[in-house]
């Protein structure tokens, strides 16, 4: 059975620190580039930071670079994401997403998310 299960959320203080965790079971993780995805109230769900299978390539939403970090522990199955200098508007779901794009159809796997607040 496929899980992604995130943890780390919670309510911060603007300027405070989080750090998101995921572990990964039931699949091929070291296959598979992971990513975390947000989703504010009333809005869209957006791709804020990704990471290829090997770990050697990451890339981040604009309005996140310099203040996250993603990383992954290919011996744990786990990935993490580290949100430094946090904002108002980075509060929404986090959601843990596994991709794996071979020669057929792309594989994809979503955890439930986890609430990120941050607020005064």
């Known amino acids: 059975q496929v899980r992604l299960v995130e943890s780390g959320g919670g309510l911060v203080q603007p300027g405070g620190s989080l750090r998101l965790s995921c572990v990964a079971s039931g699949f091929t993780f070291t296959s598979y580039r992971m990513r975390w995805y947000r989703q504010a109230p009333g809005k869209e769900r957006e791709l804020v930071a990704s990471?290829?299978?090997?770990?050697?390539?990451?890339d981040y939403l604009d309005t996140v670079k310099g203040r996250f970090s993603i990383s992954r522990d290919n011996a744990r199955s786990m990935v993490y994401l580290q949100m430094n200098n946090l904002k108002p508007e980075d509060t929404a779901v986090y959601f843990c997403?596994?991709?794996?794009?071979?020669?057929?159809?792309?594989?994809?796997?979503w955890g439930q998310g986890t609430q990120v607040t941050v607020s005064s």
């Open positions: 997403h596994a991709y794996y794009k071979g020669w057929g159809p792309a594989t994809e796997f």
């Open positions: 990471i290829s299978s090997t770990g050697d390539n990451t």
